[in-house]
C-alpha cells in the first residue's frame, strides 16, 4: 500500500512479504478486498481521528487549516496508498458505512476550508476543489525523497518535514489560491505524533 496506487496486488504477493503461505492469507481472509480493508483499516482510522481531533479544537480557523496540513503531508509521506485501498476495498465488500465516515470527515473538511475562504474568491473554485488542490500538493509532497546529508529533513524525519513544508502549503492557498491577506500564523501542533 506504500508503494503501489493500484489494487492489482495479488494475496500470494503479500504472503511472500509476510513470510507465511498463500494458504494461510486465504484461510482468514476469503477474498482480496477483505485483506486489504483490514490492512487499510488501522491506518485510515488514525487518519480520521487526527483530523477530527484538529477540527473540533477551538483554534482559529487559518490554524485549524495549518494543522489539517501537517497531518495530510505525514499521511502521504509514511502510508502511501492506504485510502484509496480502503475505499476501492469498501466499495468491492459493499460496505457503505466505512464510505460514509469517510464522507462525513471530508464534509467537515470542507466546511472549515469554506470558513478560509475569502468573498472574493471565484464561485467556480469550490471548497471541494480546493480540498482536492491541497490534497494533492500533500499527495506529491509525500512522494518526495529526501536524500540530502546534513539536512533537518533528513536528521529529525517527520517533524522537521512537516515544519518545512507546512509553511509553503499554507502560503501557496491562503495567499495563492484562497487569495487571502492574511500571512499564516505560527501555531502550535494540534495533532499528537501518536495520532500520526
Request: with cysteine; glycine share 4%; hydrophobic share 40%.
Given at each position: 500500500m506504500?508503494?503501489?496506487?493500484?489494487?492489482?496486488?495479488?494475496?500470494?504477493?503479500?504472503?511472500?512479504?509476510?513470510?507465511?503461505t498463500?494458504?494461510?492469507?486465504?484461510?482468514?481472509?476469503?477474498?482480496?478486498?477483505?485483506?486489504?480493508?483490514?490492512?487499510?483499516?488501522?491506518?485510515?482510522?488514525?487518519?480520521?481521528?487526527?483530523?477530527?481531533?484538529?477540527?473540533?479544537?477551538?483554534?482559529?480557523?487559518?490554524?485549524?487549516?495549518?494543522?489539517?496540513i501537517?497531518?495530510?503531508?505525514?499521511?502521504?509521506?509514511?502510508?502511501?496508498?492506504?485510502?484509496?485501498?480502503?475505499?476501492?476495498?469498501?466499495?468491492?465488500?459493499?460496505?457503505?458505512?466505512?464510505?460514509?465516515?469517510?464522507?462525513?470527515?471530508?464534509?467537515?473538511?470542507?466546511?472549515?476550508?469554506?470558513q478560509?475562504?475569502?468573498?472574493?474568491?471565484?464561485?467556480?473554485?469550490?471548497?471541494?476543489?480546493?480540498?482536492?488542490?491541497?490534497?494533492?500538493?500533500?499527495?506529491?509532497?509525500?512522494?518526495?525523497?529526501?536524500?540530502?546529508?546534513?539536512?533537518?529533513?533528513?536528521?529529525?524525519?517527520?517533524?522537521?518535514?512537516?515544519?518545512?513544508?507546512?509553511?509553503?502549503?499554507?502560503?501557496?492557498?491562503?495567499?495563492?489560491?484562497?487569495?487571502?491577506?492574511?500571512p499564516p500564523?505560527?501555531?502550535?501542533?494540534?495533532?499528537?505524533?501518536?495520532?500520526?
Amino acid at each position: 500500500m506504500s508503494l503501489r496506487p493500484r489494487t492489482d496486488i495479488q494475496r500470494r504477493e503479500i504472503a511472500n512479504v509476510v513470510g507465511v503461505t498463500p494458504a494461510l492469507i486465504n484461510y482468514y481472509f476469503p477474498d482480496k478486498w477483505s485483506l486489504l480493508e483490514a490492512a487499510a483499516y488501522p491506518i485510515v482510522v488514525d487518519l480520521i481521528d487526527a483530523v477530527e481531533y484538529l477540527l473540533d479544537s477551538s483554534v482559529l480557523p487559518v490554524q485549524k487549516l495549518e494543522a489539517l496540513i501537517a497531518v495530510y503531508l505525514v499521511y502521504h509521506k509514511n502510508n502511501g496508498y492506504a485510502l484509496e485501498y480502503y475505499i476501492n476495498a469498501s466499495i468491492n465488500l459493499e460496505k457503505q458505512h466505512n464510505i460514509d465516515l469517510i464522507k462525513s470527515c471530508r464534509s467537515k473538511v470542507y466546511d472549515l476550508i469554506r470558513q478560509n475562504t475569502p468573498d472574493t474568491i471565484p464561485q467556480t473554485l469550490g471548497a471541494e476543489i480546493v480540498h482536492s488542490m491541497l490534497w494533492g500538493v500533500c499527495e506529491s509532497l509525500g512522494r518526495l525523497q529526501v536524500a540530502q546529508q546534513g539536512s533537518a529533513l533528513a536528521q529529525d524525519g517527520d517533524c522537521a518535514y512537516v515544519e518545512t513544508y507546512t509553511p509553503l502549503v499554507l502560503t501557496h492557498f491562503l495567499q495563492g489560491i484562497l487569495k487571502a491577506p492574511t500571512p499564516p500564523l505560527e501555531v502550535p501542533m494540534l495533532v499528537s505524533s501518536g495520532a500520526l
